[in-house]
């Protein structure tokens, strides 16, 4: 189950690193990461900053168009890693992350005490996006 996630992450933010035109992302989660490997080999003009979700605090510069929020992030840390990288997206930029599912309270928990969720975008593969 896991694999199928990560290659829908996988398709989602290729659509979102192309349709928003993104050259500078942070992306939350495990080393390593296939999302981080796929966006450096196929668009290699982005600023790609892999972040371990244990990382501190990110700075306040709005300096980022996207941030997305990948695996190996507990769901319940969700929110404060929300919190923290919010302030370095862009006006206009996204911050996105994968796991919204049933079984993922936390998440929901996050995103519905943040945002309203009329403007949050959930895909069928679980992944959500917001747009600052």
Same mark, same amino acid.
């Given at each position: 189950?896991?694999?199928?996630? #990560?290659? $829908? /992450?996988?398709?989602?933010? @290729? *659509?979102?690193?192309? =349709?928003?035109? +993104? &050259?500078?992302? @942070?992306?939350?989660? =495990?080393?390593?990461?296939?999302? !981080? &490997?796929? !966006? =450096?080999?196929?668009?290699?003009?982005?600023? +790609?900053?892999? +972040?371990?979700?244990? =990382? $501190?605090?990110? $700075? /306040?510069?709005?300096?980022?168009?996207?941030?997305?929020?990948?695996?190996?992030?507990?769901?319940? /840390? +969700?929110?404060?890693?929300?919190?923290?990288?919010?302030?370095?997206? &862009?006006?206009? $930029?996204?911050? @996105?992350? #994968?796991?919204?599912?049933?079984? @993922?309270? *936390? !998440?929901?928990? /996050?995103?519905?005490?943040?945002?309203?969720?009329?403007?949050?975008? !959930?895909?069928?593969?679980?992944?959500?996006?917001?747009?600052?």
């Amino acid at each position: 189950m896991r694999l199928q996630s #990560e290659v $829908g /992450a996988t398709q989602v933010l @290729a *659509g979102i690193v192309e =349709s928003f035109n +993104v &050259k500078s992302m @942070a992306h939350i989660g =495990s080393e390593g990461n296939e999302e !981080v &490997k796929f !966006v =450096s080999t196929h668009f290699p003009s982005v600023e +790609v900053h892999p +972040v371990r979700p244990d =990382s $501190g605090s990110p $700075g /306040a510069s709005a300096d980022l168009d996207l941030v997305f929020i990948g695996t190996g992030t507990d769901d319940g /840390a +969700v929110g404060g890693l929300i919190d923290a990288w919010l302030p370095r997206v &862009k006006p206009g $930029g996204l911050i @996105a992350g #994968e796991g919204y599912h049933h079984k @993922a309270i *936390g !998440v929901h928990k /996050a995103l519905a005490d943040r945002f309203s969720l009329l403007q949050v975008t !959930v895909m069928p593969d679980g992944c959500w996006c917001y747009q600052k």
